[in-house]
């Protein structure tokens, strides 16, 4: 069995019950970071061998993965924060798995995009989960697509791309649409920023920038 763990994006209290029983019964566990995942085992007093896998290396090491699931191993898949295969890895070998007739069993758990987008106060009935922007090839199409949307949509911003990601959001979406800067969810200093796009411009420019952001920002009928 492969099982999918979610792990915390900040507190470190978010880890569920299940996703712990589970990390203490498999035979593997993966991750991105073997030093970022081994403290929060060692929180939760997990001694479980830890491998890397990660966006590196995943296509290298897939097939040994595979292998020892075929063997009957179970193998716990963990990212750094939140839900492997959401902008992190994962996705290459749960598809693998799922092709070979593999039982693959995903938990719920922590993931920002929920949290930011329900938390924004922005419209979300329907909502489009965008990630991160291409930096230079294909920008141009993925950002005329999502101005054009009618309902909301999300995006995860890096801290030194946050006011290119503004400026661009401006550009193709105009300097009166509604957005929501959501940064460190469930940290000490999670901060919900509600603006027009150049209210938050001006409010962000001269701000140290850090942290872990996700944008979202309305539709064309919010």
Same mark, same amino acid.
């Given at each position: 069995?492969?099982?999918?763990?979610? +792990?915390?994006? &900040?507190?470190?209290?978010?880890?569920?019950?299940?996703?712990?029983?589970?990390?203490?019964? $498999?035979?593997?566990?993966?991750?991105?970071?073997?030093?970022?995942?081994?403290?929060? !085992?060692?929180?939760?007093?997990? @001694? %479980?061998?830890?491998? /890397?896998?990660?966006? *590196?290396?995943? *296509?290298?090491?897939?097939?040994?993965?595979?292998?020892? #699931?075929?063997?009957?191993? /179970?193998?716990?898949?963990?990212?750094?924060?939140?839900?492997?295969?959401?902008?992190?890895?994962?996705?290459? !070998?749960?598809?693998?798995?799922?092709?070979?007739?593999?039982?693959?069993? $995903?938990?719920?758990?922590? +993931?920002?995009?929920?949290?930011?987008?329900?938390? /924004?106060?922005?419209?979300?009935? %329907?909502?489009?989960?965008? &990630?991160?922007?291409?930096? @230079? %090839? &294909?920008?141009?199409?993925?950002?005329?697509?999502?101005?054009? #949307?009618?309902?909301?949509?999300?995006?995860? $911003? /890096?801290?030194? %791309?946050?006011?290119?990601?503004?400026?661009?959001?401006?550009?193709?979406?105009?300097?009166?649409? +509604?957005?929501?800067?959501?940064?460190?969810?469930?940290?000490?200093?999670?901060?919900?920023?509600?603006? !027009? !796009? *150049?209210?938050?411009?001006?409010?962000?420019?001269?701000?140290?920038?850090?942290?872990?952001?996700?944008?979202?920002?309305?539709?064309?009928?919010?």
């Amino acid at each position: 069995m492969l099982y999918v763990i979610p +792990t915390p994006i &900040g507190n470190l209290s978010d880890m569920t019950y299940r996703s712990i029983e589970t990390l203490q019964n $498999v035979d593997l566990i993966l991750c991105e970071d073997t030093r970022v995942s081994q403290r929060l !085992l060692q929180h939760y007093e997990i @001694k %479980k061998p830890l491998q /890397s896998f990660h966006a *590196h290396n995943e *296509h290298h090491v897939l097939e040994k993965y595979l292998e020892l #699931l075929e063997n009957e191993s /179970s193998i716990a898949l963990m990212s750094d924060a939140g839900t492997p295969g959401i902008s992190d890895p994962g996705f290459l !070998l749960i598809r693998a798995a799922r092709q070979r007739g593999l039982s693959v069993s $995903v938990l719920p758990g922590a +993931t920002a995009i929920i949290p930011a987008v329900v938390g /924004s106060g922005i419209p979300c009935d %329907k909502f489009h989960f965008e &990630g991160f922007l291409p930096v @230079k %090839k &294909g920008r141009k199409t993925r950002i005329t697509y999502l101005s054009s #949307l009618p309902h909301s949509f999300i995006l995860y $911003v /890096s801290p030194h %791309k946050l006011l290119k990601d503004i400026d661009t959001l401006i550009e193709f979406c105009g300097e009166d649409r +509604t957005a929501c800067i959501v940064k460190e969810i469930s940290k000490i200093y999670e901060n919900y920023d509600l603006g !027009l !796009l *150049h209210e938050l411009k001006e409010r962000w420019s001269d701000k140290k920038i850090k942290g872990e952001y996700v944008m979202v920002v309305s539709g064309t009928k919010n």
